[in-house]
């Protein structure tokens, strides 16, 4: 059964937030993370994304993923990813994205 996504926005400060995701990152969902990344990297200078409640990441999951890493940097951002999960792990290095991100 699919989890539904949810995705939580926290800014414990200033000048970051904290985009919390949990759920199934897919073709269905990655819309709505890419637009809420999208957002955050605009807004702030530093965006931490903590994706230990992700226990699927498809290729557009990471599609939005990697667009929001290339706004922040356009940007002169940073995009943080945090708790990155076995599976999103291991997309990020069957596709050789891993060094695309920092990581906490």
Not at 36 to 51: G, M, S
Not at 71 to 92: D, I, M, S, T, Y
Request: glycine letters at 4%; charged letters at 20%.
């Amino acid at each position: 059964m699919l989890k539904p996504l949810d995705i939580q926005v926290h800014q414990p400060a200033p000048d970051h937030c904290v985009v919390t995701v949990a759920g199934e990152l897919d073709v269905i969902t990655a819309t709505e993370l890419r637009h809420v990344l999208q957002q955050a990297v605009t807004t702030y200078p530093r965006t931490i994304v903590d994706l230990a409640g992700v226990p699927f990441c498809d290729c557009t999951g990471l599609s939005a993923l990697m667009a929001a890493n290339r706004r922040a940097k356009e940007r002169g951002a940073v995009l943080r990813l945090r708790c990155v999960p076995c599976a999103v792990a291991w997309l990020l290095h069957l596709t050789h994205t891993r060094d695309a991100f920092v990581n906490e």
